[in-house]
Nanobody, 127 residues
Framework: QGQLVESGGGSVQTGGSLRLSCVASEEFFNEYCVGWFRQAPGKGREGLALISKGGSTMYAHTGKGQFIISRDDAKNTVYLQMSNLTPEDTAMYYC?????????????????????WGQGTQVTVSS
């Protein structure tokens, strides 16, 4: 099935920005719906942004306008550009691929829909 590896997390101050990367080990990644999710301590995993084959995007209400998802098929990579970060954005961030769906839709927000997950990258925002 291949693997996903996230990177780009770190520690920033309030108002800062980060760009997360999710790199796939195989080209299959470019053909499917990919999402970015996060999980804060003591909370459930929540979806943030989705991107379909071809690049159309969907965003959750959480962080709308704050996050931008994009993909570079030549690099088998999906990015999450995050801006205006606050301590509430502190969490482990994950990317995932839905190998049953090329085009994301409303059902794509369900975590169970995603077949492959990366190991996560930690984002910590200090006040």
């Amino acid at each position: 099935q291949g693997q996903l590896v996230e990177s780009g997390g770190g520690s920033v101050q309030t108002g800062g920005s980060l760009r997360l990367s999710c790199v796939a080990s195989e080209e299959f990644f470019n053909e499917y719906c990919v999402g970015w999710f996060r999980q804060a301590p003591g909370k459930g995993r929540e979806g943030l942004a989705l991107i379909s084959k071809g690049g159309s995007t969907m965003y959750a209400h959480t962080g709308k306008g704050q996050f931008i998802i994009s993909r570079d098929d030549a690099k088998n990579t999906v990015y999450l550009q995050m801006s205006n970060l606050t301590p509430e954005d502190t969490a482990m961030y994950y990317c995932a691929a839905d190998l049953q769906r090329r085009y994301c839709n409303r059902g794509s927000w369900q975590i169970a829909e995603f077949d492959i997950w990366g190991q996560g990258t930690q984002v910590t925002v200090s006040s």
